[in-house]
DNA sequence: ACCTGAACACCGTTCAAGT
DNA sequence: ACCTGAACACCGTTCAAGT
C-alpha cells in the first residue's frame, strides 16, 4: 500500500475488535493491530498510551455494540437478566476483552449505558433508594465475574484445552475411592467447568435476583424519584486495604 | 555460585509460588524463575512441558495448602462457605494462578481434596444422589469466577489501577443526568468492582446456596446411614491458615 | 546421560532521526 | 508537525553443542 493514511482512533479500535474476533488463540499484539492497519507499532501510542488503554476503549465499544440490541422488556429481574446476557454475549466473540473488562473495566459510553439500564431495573424493583446502591455492587460483581471467567476458558488454546480435559478425566476417573470416596461415587457425572455455562449463568444470576427480591420491603413496588441523596452509605473505609499495590477496578 | 544443584519439581514449584508471592506486578516468568533458581531456562523444560503446566502444578499446589487448614464444621452451608473462603484467601496471595486455575482447573491431589469436600457437604445437605453433581457444577462456576475475578483485579499494575480508578470517577461522577439520570442520581454512592470484595463474595456465595437449599425435597435432612463413610477429611494441623501473613486481595 | 549457551521468533514501549 | 526505523529490554521455547 502506498497510501500513507491516518487512521483514526474509532477505526483503530475497530480494527482491534476485528482482529481480537478473528485471532484464533490469545495472538492479539500491538505489532500484530499495526501490520492489520499497514504501518507501525509506534504509531498506534499516539493514540493510545499503552496496549491496557487500548483495549480498555475497545472493550468499552463492545458494550455500545451490546446495548444496541437491547431493549428493556418485563419485570426488573427479566431486564437485569437479559442486559447480562446481552453483555455475556457480546464479549463472548471477543473474549479477550471481557477477560480486560474484569480486570480494568470500562468507563466509556458502553459502560455508562450498562450501568444506567440496570440502575432503572433495580429502581422498578421496590428496592429504596439507600438499598439500590449495594445491591447493584453485587449484581456487576456476580455478573462480571462470570463473563470474564467464562471468557477465560475461550482463550486457551486448543492444545491447552485438550491437555486440561485429559488431566480433569484422570483425576475424577482416577479418583481413589478410600481417599476421595465422593469423589469417585460421583466421577462419571461431574462434568469439568467449561460446561453448560449459559445456563449456568442464568441460574446463578436468577438465585441472586431472588435473593435481593425476597429482602424488598413490602410497599409498593415501583416508586417514581424519590429525594436525591441522603445516603449515608461509608464509602472510604473500604478503599484502603492492607497491601498497597494491586488494586480493584470500577465498572 | 560453584555448586550445581538438580532441583526437584516440588522444589521448582516452591520457588515458582514464591517468586509469585514476591513479584511486585504480574512479572512472573519462566526466565526469573531460572535465574532465582540460578540455572537456565532452559533447564524447568525437563520438569514441565509448558509455562502453564507449570503453573498448573503451581496452582493445585496452592489449592493442597488451602486445605491443610481447612476443618469441616458446622452444616452443609458453613462447610461450603467456609472451603470457598479458604481457597479464596490461598489464591489471594498469588493471583496470577487464581487466574490460571480459573482458565484451566487444576488436576491434582489439591483440587481432588477440595471437590472431595464439597460433594461430601453436599451430600449431607439432603440432596438426593441424582442432583448433586448439577448442584456441584454451579457452586464450582460461582466459586472459580469469583475468585478468579477478583484475583484478576490484583493482577493490575498501580499505574493501570490509579488510571481506572480516575476513567471511573469520570465516568460515575460525570454522566451527563440527561442521558444517564438513574447514573447520575446514584452517582455518589456506586462503588467500584474492586471494593469491599469479601462481603460480596459471601453474599452472592449465600444467595446460591440459600437458593439450592429452597430446592430440597422435604425428606430428613442429613441421612444417617447415606454413605459408606461421611469421614471427615483426615488431615491435622492448622499449620498456617490465615491471619498471620499478608492479607489477600481488596477486602 | 545430563545440562546449557545461543538462537528463534516474538513482545510492549520509547525516541532520535527522518520527512 | 507528523511519522517511523531502530533500538531497548524483555518474552516462551527449542536444540545443537558441550561436559
Redesign the pocket.
Known sequence: MAG?K?WSTEEILDAAAELLRTSDAD??????LAAALG????????H?????E?LRAAADRILLAAMDGYRPEGDWKQRITSLALHVREAFGRQPQLAAVWGRHASSGTGSRLVMEEMLQALRASGLSDEEIPARYHRIAVLVAALIASEAGLGTVTPGEYEQGMELFRVAVLGADPERFPALAHFARDIRPLGVDRRAAFEEILAAQLAHIEAAISPSQPTGPGVSANDGELERSAHHRCSEGRRRPLPT
Request: proline content about 0%.
Open positions: 500513507r491516518r495472538s492479539f499484539s500491538v505489532r500484530k504501518t507501525d507499532s509506534s504509531s498506534l501510542y499516539r493510545f498510551r499503552s496496549k491496557t487500548l
